[in-house]
Nanobody, 115 residues
Framework: QVQLVESGGGLVQAGGSLRLSCAAS????????MDWYRRAPGNQREFVAL???????DYADSGKGRFTISRDNTKNTVYLQMNSLKPEDTAVYYC?????????WGQGTQVTVSS
């Protein structure tokens, strides 16, 4: 099993920045992909960004050019750097990990962007 612990959410003014963290533990040796999703009030969960073990990245159009996904292998942690935040970025952000045939999810962290 894989455990994911997220942190870094909070309140920020429009135009500001936040860095979300996702620390992985447990059976992490076979993780192939880690990614970020978000769910805004009234919306379905939507893809934000992903990172493969080979270092490939992908971003949703909503965050492209503003968001950066990265990792620190020494800490088993994946980050989501969010710059130029907009009120429409307000959502609960979730980290996930794909290991073998299973997918694991973190508890989510609230991001609120004020005008």
């Amino acid at each position: 099993q894989v455990q994911l612990v997220e942190s870094g959410g909070g309140l920020v003014q429009a135009g500001g920045s936040l860095r979300l963290s996702c620390a992985a533990s447990g059976s992490i040796s076979n993780i192939k992909v880690m990614d970020w999703y978000r769910r805004a009030p009234g919306n379905q969960r939507e893809f934000v960004a992903l990172l493969t073990n080979g270092g490939s990245t992908d971003y949703a159009d909503s965050g492209k050019g503003r968001f950066t996904i990265s990792r620190d292998n020494t800490k088993n942690t994946v980050y989501l750097q969010m710059n130029s935040l907009k009120p429409e970025d307000t959502a609960v952000y979730y980290c996930s990990a794909q290991s073998g045939s299973l997918r694991y999810w973190g508890q989510g962290t609230q991001v609120t962007v004020s005008s």
